[in-house]
């Protein structure tokens, strides 16, 4: 592989030879902030110059400005004075490593065009070849949300890896071997930073101080400020704060090894260590870790493929169910056919139970009687007129007065007319308070419900599902749950009223219509009937689109730095883009729908005018009042607008609906972990007197159908004994510990002291 890696660079030196031979980043004076203004400065007159070819370490104490200048470089931070100048394409490690929710491959590829050569060079300089071996898919494995199946080291190796294949003129390495074991760290350093990226330019940030002297230039900062620069052993030399602090590196690297005589490695031969050298720092290392390679050799896997095997998705021939295993998001669930009798249950008994429900709907109805009851009131007013009050004689004509005021039972009709209007008021108050308490109330509920079976979720749910659809739950659902549902549900049950008081008063004054509005309705429910399948499935495709739309952002926010060194912005705000108009999609269907209806509806509310009104001149005016066909046609009049306008309402609440049986199925089918507190297991008041752990025959896996990751392990931690793991799965034992993943198998147990 070693001469692969100088093929590989000998075919970039011919590929690159009409390059400018000076890509450099160049900070002169530089003097810079973080971004919001109020900030303080966190470098001060930086001057630092990076010849192409160069390998540049960068090192200092915690918070001394080391990733401020990466940071700076980047434009990320606020140019206070002076300039920086970049020549040349950047590829950057952060710190934390960002990954992406997709295959190891694509995560390595960012976008660019497959290179078999190149790819095989970064997965073996990277000490990925091993890892992707075990994956039950090879390189196809699919990874979660930052990198959440994956432990430290192999997410910054990943990161390493993507940056290598991206084949930049720049590198920004912050870092990048902090999160990986130092047999690992050696590796990366020399097959990676020193042979395959020999002839690019390298800014190295590190607390590795043992790779410094292996660097062309090193600059230690110090308080934001450069205190040195130079090479290795000119700093030396000088016997400044560098020098101090490679002394006290080594001292501590000899107290290590002297501490570290007495300790058992379980008959794993140990090669002796010979002397410390001070000028040769890679030897100290190799010698002091001799022992915990000899150590992990012997768990190293059987029958490792070649990197072309890898390439092609792991070991040859591989399964379908284990493709299957490698596909770790799961697909959103996606209700279909009508609107479930549970949903609605769920919502009412949310909401305070059937009685609590029952109370506002008849809230709704007293407020529309009493509506209607004040209406007919007065056109039984004025139908009385003056009540045959006489107000005069002309000779022998007795003159009887045409204005209402003067009938004799005034006071009488004013008093119930004022009546009506006061129990209209009352009740309008009483329907908004109990329907304002109780949809709160539903929607609080929901909201503890949904997030307490979260919350309470095991480890596995979080691994296959991804943030943005939890924050679509969270966000979207809950404020439609919130906002839009009281509001639509609001509306359609006050216009039903009205509707139903309209139809009432029309046949109450012409019986006949009751004949015509008959076919009418079959008509309106044929169209309702086929209507409201297309919308809700809309409105469910509006919910489920959205997800990949906010899993998207959250990602892009979090990886905004690295997107923006690869220059990946126009890529990502492409895909940006292609989701909302996914999202959009269903939502422009969803108005185009209403618009369909709304003209449908239209041609049946106008025959239905069309007929009162004809009723109206047709009737002689001894067989049906004035006021009365009046008032049937003032209702006529009003339904024209307000008949399609229900409909809408009954079909985009039963649509909005869906968010509540959302919500409903995390409730229902979210798998809870074990009880916090197990009554029959509970320990002897006074425990722990000390902390031991036990674990007796543990066996775990990370969700059903994997592997399992520990098989039998038997472990023993006595009151105030030390334990150094040295071997693989150090980390999945510390989760078993936590319970964060039940075991599949055995126990975990305290002694009880």
Known sequence: MDKNIQSYN??????????????????????????????????????????????????????????????????????????????GSVAYVAQQAWILNATIKENILFGKDYDEERYNLAIHVCNLSSDIQTL????????????????????????????????????????????????????????????????????FVTHQLQYLNQCDQVVLVKDGRIAEKGTHESMMTADGDYANLIKSFHGDIEEDMHDSDGLDYEAVPEDPSPPVNHQSLSVILENQLSVVIKAESHLSLKNVGSISTIVSGGAPDIPQDAINIGQLVEAEEQ??????????????????????????????????????FSNWWLSYWISQGSGNTTTGQIGNITVISNSITDHPQLEMFNLVYGSSVLIILLFTCIKGFLFMKTTL?????????????????????????????????????????????????????????????????????????????????????????????????????????????????????????????????????????????????????????????????????????????????????????????????????????????????????????????RINHYIENLESEAESVVKTSRPPSNWPTEGAIKLDRLYMKYRPGLPMVLKGVNFNIKPKEKNWHCWAHRFRQVIAWYISVSSSGGRIGPYIH
Request: net charge neutral.
């Open 10 to 87: 000998n075919r970039k030196t011919g590929e690159t030879e009409n390059h400018q031979e000076s890509e450099t980043i160049k900070l002169d004076s530089m003097t810079v902030e973080l971004i919001p203004e109020e900030f303080t400065d966190v470098l001060f007159n930086i001057h630092l110059t990076l010849e192409k070819g160069c390998l540049m370490g960068v090192c200092g104490s915690v918070g001394s400005g080391k990733s401020s200048i990466i940071s700076a470089i980047l434009g990320q931070m606020k140019l206070v004075k002076g300039e920086i100048a970049v020549d």
């Open 136 to 203: 039950p898919a090879g390189d196809e494995t699919e990874v979660g949300e930052r990198g959440i199946n994956l432990s430290g080291g192999q997410k910054q190796r990943l990161s390493m890896a993507r940056a290598l294949y991206a084949d930049s003129d720049i590198y920004l390495l912050d870092d990048p071997l902090s999160a990986v074991d130092s047999h690992v760290g050696h590796h990366i350093f020399k097959h990676c930073i020193k042979e395959a990226l020999a002839e690019k330019t390298v800014l």
């Open 335 to 372: 209700e279909t056919g009508n609107i479930s009798w549970l949903t609605y249950k769920n919502y009412f008994m949310a909401a305070g139970g059937y009685t609590i429900s029952l109370f506002v709907l008849v809230s709704f109805i007293l407020q529309s009687a009493s509506i209607g």
């Open 441 to 661: 109330k539903a929607s609080s509920n929901l909201h503890d419900r949904v997030f307490v079976k979260v919350a309470r979720s095991p480890m596995r749910f979080f691994d296959v599902t991804p943030t943005g659809r939890i924050l679509n739950r969270f966000s979207k659902d809950l404020d439609e749950i919130d906002v839009r549902l009281p509001f639509l549900t609001e509306q359609f049950l006050q216009n039903l009223g009205q509707i139903l008081l309209s139809m009432v008063m029309i046949s109450f004054v012409f019986q006949w219509f009751i004949i015509a509005i008959v076919p009418l309705l079959v008509f309106f429910m044929f169209i309702n009937k086929w209507f409201r399948v297309g919308v809700r499935q809309l409105k469910r495709l509006d919910n489920t689109t959205r997800s990949p739309w906010f899993s998207h952002i959250t990602a892009s926010i979090q990886g905004r730095s690295t997107i923006n060194a690869f220059n990946k912005k126009q890529d990502f705000l492409k895909s940006f883009q292609n989701l909302m108009d996914t999202n959009s999609m269903p939502f422009f269907l969803f108005g185009l729908s209403m618009r369909w209806l709304a003209l449908r509806l239209d041609m049946i509310t106008i025959v239905i005018t069309s007929v009162t009104a004809l009723l109206v001149v047709l009737m002689p005016s001894d067989v049906i009042p004035p006021s009365l066909a009046g008032l049937a046609l003032a209702y006529a009049i009003q339904m024209t607008g307000l008949f399609q306008f229900t409909v809408r309402l009954s079909t985009e609440t039963e649509a909005h609906m869906t968010s509540v049986e």
